[in-house]
């Protein structure tokens, strides 16, 4: 599997299927939100500190970077910038640092459905890859989520990428200079640490009402108060009802517990961490991103696949990938809103 492809794999008991890349990206970055227009007064990289569910099998890297925040000169404040000439003052749109010494073009692809060229700012060995844009907060929608993730994918084709949040601006390439300056320490860090490694991320579901069957059944304590509740008609059926409810509730925790256990111990040898994030909804027993070797791709596909098949018609996978380590470190600024005009 190429390690550059954009793709999201729904997996039950057959082979990974892949759907559009853009449906992938679409979930990657719409649910980020955008931050105030440029970065004006203090800045910093810190890493996205890893969450963990009740069970958490899988070893958990932490990279050790929390810089403190450098001054930026308060010329970085959205004031006094290039008018584009159509009423509109222009700014820079960062996706991401690199490390590179050498200038880098990734084609006219830039956020804003204006045919930006996409290019590379300097300090040093490391980059920002940036494009021009007017100055303004851009809304997570589809087109402007795909634009951005259409961007990382191209990057990544060439290059290890430490993600900006979205929707980030600066006013001009030295100021963005000037962040790198400020933060290399932290920045260097983070590229080597992450170098060679690419995200995955995993979500699980189950039919909750197919489960709760199979416990109605299989469960010896469930089965028996439930039979006992069908056969007696009497006034205290409500609150025996409230007690089997409770009941059940316990055991589908135990059971998605019990799942999720042996979904990261089918996992840990092809992974180099794991973050567990909030399940969404009341079918999802698994939300996790997971940090991988990208020469250990096809290692990490093989083994999803497994653990589906072993599950077979209980749960089903769909993971997306590869991405840059959006769960793992992130560069967010500490922004102070400036004034335009």
């Known amino acids: 599997m190429p390690p550059t492809?954009?793709?999201?794999?729904?997996?039950?008991?057959?082979p990974a299927v892949k759907s559009s890349a853009k449906k992938s990206a679409r979930r990657a970055v719409a649910v980020k939100t955008a931050p105030p227009k440029s970065a004006s007064a203090k800045a910093a990289t810190k890493t996205a500190p890893p969450k963990f569910a009740p069970v958490k099998p899988v070893p958990v890297t932490r990279v050790p970077l929390e810089a403190a925040a450098p001054t930026i000169p308060t010329g970085m404040v959205i004031q006094n910038f290039k008018d584009t000439g159509d009423g509109r003052q222009e700014g820079r749109y960062v996706y991401g640092v690199i490390s590179t010494r050498e200038p880098?073009?990734?084609?006219?692809?830039?956020i804003g459905g204006l045919g930006e060229l996409v290019y590379s700012v300097h300090h040093g060995d490391i980059a920002a890859v940036v494009s021009k844009t007017p100055v303004f907060i851009f809304d997570p929608n589809r087109d402007n989520a795909l634009a951005h993730e259409h961007v990382i994918e191209s990057v990544m084709k060439q290059f290890t990428v430490i993600p900006m949040s979205f929707g980030t601006v600066f006013r001009t390439d030295d100021d963005i200079k000037e962040v790198l300056k400020s933060i290399y320490p932290s920045l260097k860090?983070?590229?080597?640490?992450?170098?060679?490694?690419?995200e995955f991320g995993l979500k699980v579901t189950w039919d909750r009402d197919q489960i709760i069957e199979e416990l109605k059944r299989e469960d010896e304590e469930i089965h028996r108060f439930h039979q006992e509740i069908t056969r007696k008609h009497l006034q205290s059926t409500y609150l025996a009802r409230m007690q089997l409810g409770r009941m059940i509730d316990k055991a589908l925790a135990d059971r998605a517990a019990q799942y999720v256990r042996e979904i990261y111990e089918g996992?840990?040898?092809a992974c180099v961490a794991s973050?567990?994030?909030?399940?969404?909804?009341d079918k999802m027993i698994l939300n996790a991103a997971f940090l991988i070797q990208r020469d250990r791709e096809e290692e990490f596909d093989a083994a999803v696949n497994r653990i589906a098949k072993r599950f077979g018609s209980h749960l089903n996978f769909k993971y997306t990938g590869p991405w840059p380590p959006y769960?793992?470190?992130?560069?967010r600024l500490k922004l102070e809103r400036g004034t335009t005009g």
């Open 327 to 331: 769960n793992f470190v992130n560069i």
């Open 104 to 110: 880098v073009q990734f084609g006219k692809i830039g």
């Open 275 to 281: 973050r567990d994030n909030k399940p969404i909804g």
């Open 267 to 269: 996992l840990r040898t």
């Open 189 to 198: 860090d983070v590229l080597k640490q992450m170098e060679g490694k690419v």
């Open 5 to 14: 492809k954009r793709s999201s794999k729904k997996v039950s008991a057959k």
